[in-house]
């Protein structure tokens, strides 16, 4: 098939053992990103994401970063969804008392009550240095500018991380996606949103000559789900949970093997 549309998650897909690109994975993309529209598809924030775009070469390309909660075409924002603000302000009251870092994301906009191990993980993994001030601070902010977030992060330890995501299940099902990337990590967005509507926008506004059977997609976690089960190919790592390698219409090998470059080698 002649693929025109590809998106790729980002961490325990695309990304190494190293958590950087493999130079299999550029001459990849340079090798198809002529004939080939190449999305980055991730729960990260724009700034975490065009480094990455810069290094394969495709900075002029769409993003979706916040797992959909935020697309942009040229800085230009085609879809923004946010958790409402009354939201954010109880997940904060959830993690009163507790050992539980809180990170609240918004555009390009990362809030940390302090640097902590959890905060420093993020800046290594994501080269993206967080605002430190008090959650408190944050909300009365983001009160004052009318603003929700795209994405807030719970991280901590496996028993409290537990806690709050039954806690949050209880209240906001079917207002909220909440889930474990980790057993210490909890991501929470907006229902509404997820990858797969976001490919379906940049169908309609910046691609709409293309179908879902002209879109390859890869993925490793449940938040890829939706998006592999839509398009004409949907692609799994080898590392993949195994939900994910149920409804995979290819298996590659893992990230750490350069799964991503492999399939695209094979397939496209």
């Known amino acids: 098939m002649n693929y025109k549309l590809l998106c790729s998650d980002i961490d325990g897909t695309l990304l190494n053992k190293d958590r950087i690109l493999s130079p299999a994975t550029v001459t990849q993309f340079n090798r198809i990103k002529d004939t080939c529209h190449c999305v980055l598809a991730s729960s990260r924030m724009p700034k975490a994401m065009r480094h990455l775009q810069k290094d394969l070469s495709i900075e002029k390309s769409p993003l979706i970063a916040y797992n959909g909660g935020l697309v942009l075409a040229d800085d230009r924002v085609l879809s923004c969804t946010e958790i409402p603000f009354s939201i954010i302000r109880q997940i904060a009251k959830f993690s009163e008392?507790?050992?539980?870092?809180?990170?609240?994301?918004?555009?390009?906009?990362?809030?940390?009550?302090?640097?902590?191990?959890?905060a420093e993980r993020e800046t290594n993994n994501?080269?993206?240095?967080?605002?430190?001030?008090?959650?408190?601070?944050?909300?009365?902010?983001?009160?004052?500018?009318?603003?929700?977030?795209?994405?807030?992060?719970?991280?901590?330890?496996?028993?409290?991380?537990?806690?709050?995501?039954?806690?949050?299940?209880?209240?906001?099902?079917?207002?909220?996606?909440?889930?474990?990337?980790?057993?210490t990590y909890l991501e929470i967005a907006n229902k509404l949103i997820s990858k797969k509507s976001a490919i379906q926008t940049l169908m309609n506004i910046e691609f709409p000559e293309l179908d879902w059977k002209q879109v390859i997609a890869f993925g490793d976690n449940y938040n890829d789900m939706e998006m592999l089960d839509a398009v004409g190919m949907g692609v799994a790592v080898g590392n993949a949970r195994s939900e994910v390698l149920a409804i995979a219409d290819f298996i590659s090998t893992t990230n750490k093997e350069d799964g991503v470059a492999k399939a695209m080698d094979e397939l496209m």
């Open 97 to 118: 008392g507790t050992e539980l870092h809180i990170s609240i994301y918004n555009t390009d906009d990362w809030y940390v009550p302090q640097f902590d191990y959890w």
């Open 126 to 183: 994501t080269k993206v240095k967080p605002t430190v001030r008090s959650i408190e601070e944050t909300l009365s902010a983001f009160k004052l500018t009318n603003r929700g977030a795209h994405k807030v992060m719970c991280m901590g330890p496996a028993d409290e991380i537990a806690k709050i995501y039954a806690s949050l299940i209880e209240s906001y099902e079917y207002d909220l996606h909440i889930y474990k990337s980790k057993d």
